[in-house]
């Protein structure tokens, strides 16, 4: 716990100390320390540059983190209820319904929703993301997702084909706003402000807590769920109210962020190699190493194309995609 406490501050002191704009990097700690309580430090950097470190990075910064840890947390949540170490956050058709809600936003227009209170888009992709996991509980329950899990996976696929169907048709009809839609559903952070931080952090905060206390349960379910059963778990209430905090969760995250993948399965799964598979400290690390993995992850994409920016879905793709990999073929060879 204490590694991965100072691994997620080195991580967010790296983060906020590099960018194309803003004081220079060596500046930056002494800037950081002059906001401490009873603090005086002068970093050197103008006004301009402070207010750029504070309203531009700062927030992307503290938002990757709180993206990163909650699908971390959501993922090795899912893992833990469904007893599959291959699952990830959007399982149950969280990303294709928020990209429904936001593909639906960018074909009405931002622009016509001027006089709302609230941004439309993250509510759009918020609201998009638990329909669809909603009908997937609702189809799965039709089919008898009660007595066995594998039928709500496989309910979430059907929703996911069926709203990634019509989110394509919508699409072909709005040639216009594909671009738009395509750099969402990449992942991005470039925009994010201290509003949406306060936006999603409710939600995650109540999603965190509600699963952390659930891990000693998914200890219980690792050895079965017969088995669970006997010892006094109410196995369906568990997998129930797991399955809501992490679906709330990762469609708050979503709905500010896009679609950033392949982190719910990463983090877990470093976490199980360096810690065990105990959930009583999988949960905890998987929030703290999820939220120094977005961070890390982020600043490539500042510099790569610079003064463009690769979207952080991208980046994660790159450093997820080989490890899901080496990650399958591991328990292939487990199986043998």
Same mark, same amino acid.
């Given at each position: 716990?204490?590694?991965?406490?100072?691994?997620?501050?080195?991580?967010?002191?790296?983060?906020?100390?590099?960018?194309?704009?803003?004081?220079?990097?060596?500046?930056?700690?002494?800037?950081?320390?002059?906001?401490?309580?009873?603090?005086?430090?002068?970093?050197?950097?103008?006004?301009?540059?402070?207010?750029?470190?504070?309203?531009?990075?700062?927030?992307?910064?503290?938002?990757?983190?709180?993206?990163?840890?909650?699908?971390?947390?959501?993922?090795?949540?899912?893992?833990?209820?469904?007893?599959?170490?291959? $699952? =990830?956050?959007?399982? !149950?058709? %969280?990303?294709?319904? +928020?990209? /429904? #809600?936001?593909?639906?936003?960018?074909? *009405?227009?931002?622009?016509?929703?001027?006089?709302?209170?609230?941004?439309?888009?993250?509510?759009?992709?918020?609201?998009?993301?638990?329909?669809?996991?909603?009908?997937?509980?609702?189809?799965?329950?039709?089919?008898?997702?009660?007595?066995?899990?594998?039928?709500?996976?496989?309910?979430?696929?059907?929703?996911?084909?069926?709203?990634?169907?019509?989110?394509?048709?919508?699409?072909?009809?709005?040639?216009?706003?594909?671009?738009?839609?395509?750099?969402?559903?990449?992942?991005?952070?470039?925009?994010?402000?201290?509003?949406?931080?306060?936006?999603?952090?409710?939600?995650?905060?109540?999603?965190?807590?509600?699963?952390?206390?659930?891990?000693?349960?998914?200890?219980?379910?690792?050895?079965?769920?017969?088995?669970?059963?006997?010892?006094?778990?109410? $196995? =369906?209430?568990?997998? !129930?109210? %797991?399955?809501?905090? +992490?679906? /709330? #969760?990762?469609?708050?995250?979503?709905? *500010?962020?896009?679609?950033?993948?392949?982190?719910?399965?990463?983090?877990?799964?470093?976490?199980?190699?360096?810690?065990?598979?105990?959930?009583?400290?999988?949960?905890?690390?998987?929030?703290?190493?999820?939220?120094?993995?977005?961070?890390?992850?982020?600043?490539?994409?500042?510099?790569?194309?610079?003064?463009?920016?690769?979207?952080?879905?991208?980046?994660?793709?790159?450093?997820?995609?080989?490890?899901?990999?080496?990650?399958?073929?591991?328990?292939?060879?487990?199986?043998?």
């Amino acid at each position: 716990m204490p590694a991965a406490c100072v691994a997620l501050a080195v991580a967010f002191l790296f983060g906020a100390m590099i960018g194309p704009a803003g004081p220079a990097w060596w500046r930056v700690p002494a800037e950081l320390l002059d906001h401490l309580p009873f603090v005086r430090i002068d970093s050197g950097a103008t006004e301009l540059q402070s207010t750029v470190l504070w309203e531009i990075r700062m927030p992307r910064v503290v938002l990757a983190g709180i993206v990163g840890a909650m699908l971390s947390l959501a993922g090795a949540s899912f893992q833990g209820v469904f007893r599959n170490p291959l $699952v =990830d956050p959007y399982l !149950l058709g %969280v990303a294709a319904g +928020a990209g /429904l #809600g936001a593909t639906l936003i960018f074909v *009405v227009g931002r622009s016509t929703s001027q006089s709302w209170p609230v941004d439309p888009l993250p509510l759009a992709a918020f609201i998009g993301g638990l329909v669809a996991v909603l009908l997937t509980y609702t189809v799965g329950a039709g089919f008898g997702a009660s007595r066995n899990p594998t039928t709500l996976v496989l309910a979430g696929v059907a929703v996911t084909s069926l709203t990634t169907a019509v989110q394509t048709f919508m699409l072909q009809k709005n040639t216009d706003v594909v671009r738009q839609v395509y750099s969402w559903i990449l992942g991005r952070l470039s925009s994010a402000t201290w509003g949406d931080v306060r936006l999603v952090l409710p939600y995650v905060v109540v999603s965190g807590a509600v699963l952390l206390a659930h891990r000693r349960l998914l200890d219980v379910l690792r050895v079965g769920e017969d088995e669970a059963q006997s010892l006094g778990a109410r $196995v =369906d209430r568990i997998r !129930l109210t %797991v399955v809501i905090a +992490a679906t /709330l #969760g990762t469609s708050a995250v979503v709905s *500010v962020s896009g679609l950033i993948g392949f982190v719910g399965i990463v983090v877990p799964h470093l976490v199980r190699l360096l810690a065990g598979a105990s959930y009583r400290r999988l949960l905890p690390l998987s929030i703290l190493a999820g939220a120094a993995f977005l961070i890390v992850a982020d600043i490539p994409g500042r510099v790569l194309s610079d003064p463009a920016e690769t979207p952080i879905g991208v980046v994660t793709a790159f450093l997820g995609a080989p490890f899901f990999i080496l990650v399958l073929r591991s328990r292939q060879s487990e199986a043998r």
